[in-house]
């Protein structure tokens, strides 16, 4: 169970989606708020300080992605997870490069949506004191001495590989967008059919089945995750 002392602002205009997340994540342990507008939450945020926001795209009074947009330039680091329709993916890699930790399509499971909080709440603790080696399953990676091994034994990888690698291992357990990773790598100026090139090669090194990745997964659309630690 989760500490009561975690609060959540779901921020949604659609009583049976705020219904349905306060009876889910209570049950799980979390602490509840709701706001069904932009100018609620900016209230509700400013006086009570949440330590996760749920947000929905489609607010009456204001774009999800400018409210986003605002906290984030206002540098308010607290942990945002978009809630958002499936197909909208423009809209969801527009959120995450203004800052949204991670993204919960609708409709969604609970125990999905239970893990995903509990991977951003984790990042943000971890970005406190970057641990010098990364496990996952069998896969580890040193950013200390820049060793990667897989199942104990040691993997040689292209610059480019490790860089992309490394990125991921940084922010394991979120979405990175496309725009993201290109960013962090290359500085912006490549297209993102180099990325997928160096992706699969570094897939063809650390995963035992390439075509069914178990530690890099490819969110369609938006861009790729790292499995977290378990």
Avoid: C
């Amino acid at each position: 169970m989760t500490s009561p002392t975690v609060k959540i602002l779901v921020v949604d205009d659609e009583p049976p989606i705020r219904r349905l997340l306060r009876v889910g994540l209570a049950s799980e342990g979390f602490a509840i708020d709701e706001a069904t507008n932009a100018r609620d939450a900016i209230e509700h945020v400013a006086a009570e300080r949440p330590d996760l926001i749920l947000l929905d795209l489609g607010l009456p009074d204001m774009p999800g992605h400018d409210l986003l947009g605002r906290w984030r330039a206002e540098l308010l680091e607290v942990p945002i997870i978009v809630l958002s329709s499936r197909t909208d993916e423009a809209g969801i890699v527009r959120a995450l490069d203004l800052g949204a930790d991670d993204y919960v399509t609708k409709p969604f499971g609970m125990k999905e949506l239970v893990a995903r909080i509990r991977v951003a709440l984790r990042h943000r603790l971890q970005q406190q004191g970057e641990k010098p080696v990364f496990q996952t399953g069998d896969l580890s990676v040193d950013l200390v001495k820049r060793i990667v091994k897989v199942g104990g034994r040691e993997i040689k990888l292209s610059p480019k590989e490790y860089d992309i690698l490394r990125v991921l291992v940084q922010h394991a357990g979120k979405v990175l967008t496309h725009q993201h990773l290109l960013n962090q790598v290359w500085g912006g100026s490549t297209d993102v059919q180099y990325l997928r090139v160096y992706v699969r090669q570094l897939r063809q090194k650390i995963e035992r089945q390439p075509d069914q990745p178990e530690y890099i997964t490819t969110e369609t659309g938006v861009g790729y995750r790292l499995r977290d630690v378990e």
